[in-house]
């Protein structure tokens, strides 16, 4: 009979997530894994098959979380313009309190790789397009129960999107000693006030 792991892998992949994204891919070392997940190298190899397959599954799991924090704003009210206001304010404002980095871990990790890291990156850029893509099914959708206007293009609409919230994230972190939360939220809001949304 096989030994049975004596971890929780969700446990384990959730604080590799956290220390990959603060440290980055490069960053964040075998040394700096063991201490966060307290596994050694030989589990870690065992089970994720190399420092590149935990990082893969880290950013599986990072995105999975930004999709369902996406789904429970879409649930808190019949308005999709609404539900994306919601989750724009919930990841460019609350993640500079609440995250390793109130930087997208998916675009540190665009910026971060080069082409000898062809896979990750490829990957990390895959998770990106996924997510404008459910952005574009959604603005489709506000198109169609009458919140924007039927001319709009969603994908047009979602690449602007997705724009607007890596670029807020970045200033507010850049900006973080200058920049008051009240602030933030209106440059959030403004995104859904005014063209091309509007």
């Known amino acids: 009979m096989a030994n049975k792991a004596k971890f929780n892998r969700s446990d384990v992949v959730e604080k590799a997530t956290n ?6 891919f490069n960053g964040t070392s075998m040394r700096n894994l063991q201490d966060a997940i307290d596994l050694r190298p030989g589990s870690i190899y065992a089970t994720f098959g190399s420092k590149e397959g935990l990082f893969k599954e880290s950013l599986s799991h990072y995105a999975a979380a930004g999709e369902q924090q996406l789904q429970q704003c879409l649930q808190q009210t019949d308005s999709v313009l609404e539900a994306l206001m919601l989750f724009t304010r919930r990841i460019v404002v609350d993640s500079q309190q609440s995250s390793p ?7 540190k990790t ?26 574009a099914e959604l603005l ?12 709009k293009n969603p994908a047009y609409l979602a690449r602007h999107l997705q ?18 939360q009240a602030e933030l939220l209106g440059l959030v809001d403004a995104t859904f006030k005014q063209a091309p949304f509007k």
């Open 110 to 135: 665009v910026a971060e790789l080069t082409d000898e890291q062809s896979e990750l990156l490829a990957f990390a850029q895959q998770l990106m397009h996924k997510m404008e893509q459910k952005f």
């Open 101 to 107: 980095s109130g930087m997208c871990m998916l675009q």
């Open 163 to 180: 724009i607007q919230i890596l670029g807020l994230r970045n200033y507010a972190r850049v900006q973080h000693d200058h920049l008051e």
């Open 19 to 24: 220390l990959y994204w603060e440290k980055g």
């Open 140 to 151: 489709q959708q506000a198109i169609v129960q009458g919140e924007l206007a039927p001319d």
